[in-house]
């Protein structure tokens, strides 16, 4: 899926080449099992593998003490550090998000997971950090944590929960202490929705000296009396961030939302937003809710999005927007909205996870042996994901697509589709050629492909690579 300079490696040698596993011919398995899944990403793992034989040396593969998670994640996550790097030196913002991998339907994991969904099933809290440009550009994980929600005993108090070692809270700070320090060049800017908005993290972040933009989710007492808005005074966050000056009114997407049990549906949309900004000094809670010592206040700007005449029916949308990156102007806070605006993409990737490459669908009676795949999961999604959003930016329609893709992948689904393989190809071509193969129709109202038809496509467009690779004698390179 990536091209290096001099040679073009496969998917597995890439992500999973340089991989720890305390014998060579591990390292070796793990990229052609890697290569194997790129090419079958979707269904469950006998569905990936070409017969019994490949099946068993995955088997044997994952039975092996040094095929962790971590050991097998590590080569990706060294590689997404390097791209970072390579960026040019502008901004990489790291977004951050929790969710739910459910295996109830495996009865021999229910001792070794713990509660998700309602209570009763039985999985992981996957948290992810994932390093993106603000030009929404995939560069991969920089960090993947698995956690083991534990249950909490009848009566344990406050301080005792705060002072579990499993407490759910701390997967914030774990998985920023995980993703690591930033490039040599290049600033990282940390990015979260509403689950991060705790005390502790951002005392955390500060003590680290990272940037970030964190969604707020809650009141919060502001610390001094120069808090002043409207000449007001204001003692707490949200009330002084409605009533900052507008700076200016722009055009924001709201995503389409399907309806959960928290939240309501909604449709996509363009809203336009007033936008506001002003710094602020948080002071910490008055009862401890986590480990923040020494509790001091934090400086920091808080930017205010709010939709202007929203479509009837519709709750107006409102971002409060927290980060300790300077926002004192119009185009500083529109700079915030925007790397806020990357945010969903860490969703897509859980999307991707899940419908694309059934990542639930794992059979496992161990979880030791269920981990490493979860992470060889995670980075095919990752790279998938890069593709995908490869062909929503606004140069998709000349980018060609062997800059991306083996050009015997491009030069098949070229002359399936255009009866033509040696035509040039842009990536938005491709992803769209590829999603017809896969059932989407490609009509103005189908709206960009998703997941599960994009992975019918490219399952589609390997059996052909095969196919001509059989009759032509040539390898996918």
């Known amino acids: 899926m990536d091209v290096v300079v001099g040679k073009r490696l496969s998917f597995g040698q890439l992500h999973f080449g340089s991989a720890r596993l305390g014998d060579a011919r591990r390292t070796r398995r793990l990229v052609k099992i890697a290569d194997r899944i790129m090419g079958h990403p979707g269904g469950s793992l006998p569905q ?88 929404r550009r995939v560069l991969g994980l920089c960090a993947q944590l698995l956690h083991k929600r534990r249950e909490v005993p009848a ?87 409605r009533d900052l000056p507008t700076l200016g009114t722009r055009t924001v997407e709201v995503k389409r939302q399907q309806k959960t049990r928290r939240k309501p549906p909604r449709k996509a949309r363009e809203a336009t937003v007033r936008i506001a ?17 020494p509790a001091e206040p934090l400086a920091l700007w808080v930017t205010h999005v709010l939709e202007l005449n929203p479509p009837a029916g519709e709750t107006a949308l409102e971002w409060i927007l927290l980060s300790n990156v300077p926002t004192e102007s ?43 795949l979860i992470a060889v999961l995670s980075v095919v999604a990752a790279v998938l994901l890069q593709l995908r959003q490869a062909a929503r930016r606004a140069d998709a329609g000349t980018t060609p697509a062997t800059t991306l893709l083996p050009a015997l992948f491009v030069q098949v689904l070229s002359g399936w589709r255009y009866a033509d393989p040696r035509r040039p190809t842009s990536v938005l071509e491709f992803t769209m050629a590829l999603a017809r193969l896969g059932g989407h129709l490609n009509r103005k109202g189908d709206g960009f492909p998703g997941w599960l038809t994009l992975w019918r496509g490219w399952e589609a467009l390997r059996m052909m690579v095969m196919g001509a690779q059989a009759i032509g004698g040539v390898k996918c390179v």
């Open 155 to 241: 009566g344990e108090t406050g301080p005792q929960k705060r002072a579990h070692p499993r407490r759910e809270s701390l997967l914030w700070l774990k998985g920023l202490d995980a993703a690591g320090g930033p490039p040599s060049t290049g600033r990282w800017v940390d990015v979260a929705d509403r689950g991060a908005d705790t005390f502790e993290f951002l005392a955390h972040l500060h003590r680290r000296g990272c940037r970030y933009v964190i969604r707020c989710a809650r009141e919060r007492a502001l610390a001094g009396d120069d808090h002043v808005a409207v000449d007001r005074i204001h003692a707490h966050l949200l009330a002084y961030t």
């Open 277 to 293: 900004a002003g710094p602020v000094t948080l002071a910490p809670p008055h009862w401890a809710c986590g480990d923040y010592a």
């Open 48 to 135: 990936k593998m070409s017969g019994w034989a490949e099946l068993m040396a995955l088997y044997r593969l994952v039975e092996a003490d040094p095929v962790t998670h971590d050991a097998v994640l590590q080569t990706h996550c060294r590689r997404t550090q390097e791209l970072a790097g390579q960026a040019g030196g502008g901004v990489i913002l790291r977004l951050h998000d929790t969710t739910e991998l459910d295996y109830t339907h495996v009865p021999a994991l229910h001792d070794q997971l713990g509660p998700v969904g309602d209570g009763h099933g039985r999985g992981y809290l996957c948290h992810n950090v994932l390093a993106v440009t603000p030009g």
């Open 330 to 372: 119009f185009a500083a806070a529109c700079e915030r909205v925007d790397w806020y605006g990357c945010r969903p993409m860490v969703e897509e990737l859980h999307k991707g996870m899940k419908t694309g490459c059934g990542i639930e669908l794992m059979q496992f009676e161990h979880a030791d042996r269920l981990e490493p």
